[in-house]
């Protein structure tokens, strides 16, 4: 598979109604919806001739650009804060993508898109609306944008006969610099403490939920302490074998020894040293570093990692870029004063957080 990168914001292809494929959904965020293609013929090209997406072979077959072979496809939605794919796509590009290894991240590969593209995208989601079909409810109703010119072919992270595939949100691997001293909370857990309270929401739990674990956890060093932050994030992993108690076993030496999330702590930190409350929401490396905050961790698993010997494939992706329009940049310095002011991150919030709730590592209970 070709692996080239596109290149000062390049299209590598057009997708129009004609194109040859189909797309079936498969996951969706605030943002963006993802695609699964497919060829009407279940042909790929395979050789180098870019750009014949529309084009037959000799026989008549429709030929699909190879490129599009391992690939997803993502969408943006048509909601008003969510940035244009081309300025994100610039962004991740000049000062997301020389952060990391190229094997590190999942590979995005900007391509043009029309209406009636979109239309038959849109058209693929409201299917998804029907009864007994995939699309949460709390996303009916909202479509794709029909005047957004790209998408993004990413690598698909997907499971497959040998390997199992999860994906979790790293959030905030280091603690917040506006924090006070002596917090018994992070930042994610103090935010979801905070959450929770506020809305009545059933607690978060170490084993039940994969929100529940706190990001600090990951990147201790303590086997004993990565431990019930990873069981969770396994237990709804695609394609796990059912014992999942030896897959956690074979996964966890893994993630104790795991360079990728330690570079992404540590960049979260170089990026933010001083806090939202003490800089410019619109600086590029604020804006960086909150893109980094909210990326979301995709790995994929062989069934039989030890046996077999393959590799653990971990990639970083959703590296969107995080503007402070639309109201966003007075949201993020309201909540941090919020979680400042009432006690959360210290935990002496005036309706204490339960019992049973996610304990985070900084409250010096993890024994």
Same mark, same amino acid.
């Given at each position: 598979m070709v692996t080239t990168r596109s290149?000062?914001?390049?299209?590598?292809? *057009?997708? &129009?109604?004609?194109?040859p494929v189909r797309v079936r959904y498969h996951a969706e965020g605030a943002a963006n919806v993802v695609f699964i293609i497919t060829s009407t013929r279940n042909f790929f090209s395979n050789d180098d001739d870019y750009g014949t997406v529309g084009t037959t072979t000799d026989d008549g077959i429709p030929r699909i650009d190879v490129r599009l072979r391992g690939k997803l496809l993502r969408l943006r939605k048509d909601v008003p804060s969510v940035t244009p794919v081309l300025d994100s796509h610039r962004h991740y590009e000049q000062h997301i993508?020389?952060?990391f290894p190229a094997e590190s991240l999942v590979e995005q590969l900007l391509c043009n898109i029309t209406p009636g593209f979109v239309r038959k995208c849109n058209a693929a989601l409201r299917t998804e609306e029907e009864p007994l079909m995939k699309r949460p409810k709390k996303r009916h109703g909202v479509n794709l944008s029909e005047t957004e010119c790209h998408g993004l072919l990413i690598t698909d992270m *997907?499971? &497959?006969?040998?390997?199992?595939s999860t994906e979790f949100k790293p959030?905030?691997?280091v603690q917040s610099p506006s924090a006070p001293p002596g917090s018994k909370r992070?930042?994610?857990?103090?935010l979801r403490a905070m959450r929770d309270v506020k809305s009545n929401t059933k607690p978060s739990t170490f084993g039940h939920d994969?929100?529940?674990?706190?990001?600090?956890?990951?990147?201790s060093g303590d086997r004993t302490v990565i431990r019930p932050s990873l069981e969770p994030i396994l237990v709804k992993a695609?394609?796990?074998?059912?014992?999942?108690?030896?897959?956690?076993n074979q996964t966890l030496p893994y993630f104790h020894d795991l360079y990728l999330l330690r570079l992404l702590r540590d960049l979260q930190a170089e990026k933010d040293p001083k806090g939202i409350l003490k800089v410019d929401s619109s600086d590029v490396e604020f804006m960086t570093a909150m893109a980094l905050r909210d990326c979301t961790f995709f790995l994929k698993i062989p069934n039989q990692y030890e046996k077999s010997g393959a590799r653990i494939e971990a990639r970083l992706g959703d590296l969107d870029l995080k503007t402070p329009d639309g109201g966003k940049g007075d949201y993020w310095r309201e909540t941090e004063q919020q979680l400042i002011d009432e006690g959360w991150y210290t935990a002496t919030e005036k309706r204490p957080a339960p019992k049973g709730r996610c304990i985070c590592l900084l409250s010096g209970n993890h024994d």
């Open positions: 290149k000062g914001a390049e299209t590598i292809l *057009t997708l &129009d109604q004609d194109t993508e020389p952060l *997907t499971c &497959d006969e040998k390997h199992a959030k905030w691997l992070c930042r994610t857990c103090a994969s929100r529940g674990f706190c990001p600090l956890t990951l990147v695609i394609g796990a074998p059912l014992n999942i108690l030896d897959f956690v």
